[in-house]
């Protein structure tokens, strides 16, 4: 069994980063269990703050980091807001990262990347920018794992559900190789 901890960057209800996190839950195989991250539980984890982060974290955060350590493998499907990744997404990478060292929650944590748009980029720059700021925190970026979702409305239906076959495929895969990534690190 490989638990995967998803989180979609994008805190809007219709969103398409959220629905492919959706898509990829129903495609993952049966050992390949998944939590997608509330997007309500994202968009109240409060801004990372150093005076705040001291032997009680707040209390948004405490849940992050805790959902953080107990997966096995985290999955970050990113929009790109003027160029990079947006706000709130960075202040999980921040929270996650500390306290420094190997008792962040982040450290050594297996993290996949997935972006996209509705332009021909896919969000590109977002994703690169949330591999470097994980790299950075000390995550354990999968830099195999490298999917930009460029033209992402026409692969969705009018009620968000993900009916381009190639995109399927591709979510299907990487659930395969999220889980093979998992069972070659623990054994
Ligand atoms: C503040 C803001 C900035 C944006 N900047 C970019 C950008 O730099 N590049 C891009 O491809 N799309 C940009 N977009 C468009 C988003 O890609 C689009 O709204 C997308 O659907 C958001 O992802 P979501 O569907 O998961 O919410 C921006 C949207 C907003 C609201």
Redesign the pocket.
Known sequence: MTTVLAI?????A??????LLHAFTELAPAEVEVEILDPAELKALEPYDQDDDGEVPPPHAAVLRAKIAAADVLLI?T??????LPGQLKHVIDWGSRPRGDSAALYAKPVAVVS????D???L??GEAARKALGIAGARVLAEIDLSVGG??AKFDAENVLVDEELRGRLTELAHQLASHHKALVG
């Open positions: 979609s960057g994008s805190l809007r219709g969103s398409y980063n959220t629905a499907a929009p790109e807001y003027n160029g990079t996209t748009s509705p332009s980029y896919g969000a720059w977002a992402v409305i």
